[in-house]
């Protein structure tokens, strides 16, 4: 197969946070964070599509907070390889564009977990399909 991505000048931007506080944990009690990504690739124009990564975090049993980080990137693409692609989803799972996109998103759930009750939450550099 041709190579499908152009250019590896990948910038990251960060599209969305949501964080909820919700109520903090009872004395002895175990926590079990759940964690998994949802990737959604959108066409932009014959040459580029947007290339998104949303980290889901949830508590088991749900206290702490809940936080959903969602980060995309336009990649360039060769438009013919592109359109041969049976699923673009699968494609980028695999690719630069998802290591680039887990590490910022990695740093930035450490970053809003720095200060919480737990201590910062360093989360996988690495794709965590599915739910």
Not at 27 to 34: A, E, F, H, V
Not at 66 to 86: C, P
Not at 107 to 120: D, E
Request: a neutral charge; aromatic letters at 6%.
């Amino acid at each position: 197969m041709e190579q499908i991505i152009k250019n590896m000048n990948f910038k990251p931007i960060l599209e969305k946070i949501d964080y909820t506080r919700l109520a903090p944990p009872s004395n002895n009690s175990t926590i079990n964070m759940r964690t998994w990504d949802e990737i959604k690739v959108e066409r932009l124009r014959s040459d580029a599509v947007k290339v998104c990564l949303t980290r889901n975090i949830k508590p088991e049993p749900e206290f702490l907070f809940s936080i959903k980080v969602t980060m995309g990137m336009e990649v360039l693409v060769n438009t013919n390889a592109y359109e041969n692609l049976d699923d673009a989803e699968e494609y980028f799972k695999n690719t630069q564009v998802m290591q680039v996109l887990t590490t910022h998103i990695a740093t930035v759930i450490a970053n809003l977990t720095m200060h919480g009750p737990i201590g910062p939450m360093v989360t996988a550099p690495a794709p965590l399909m599915p739910k």
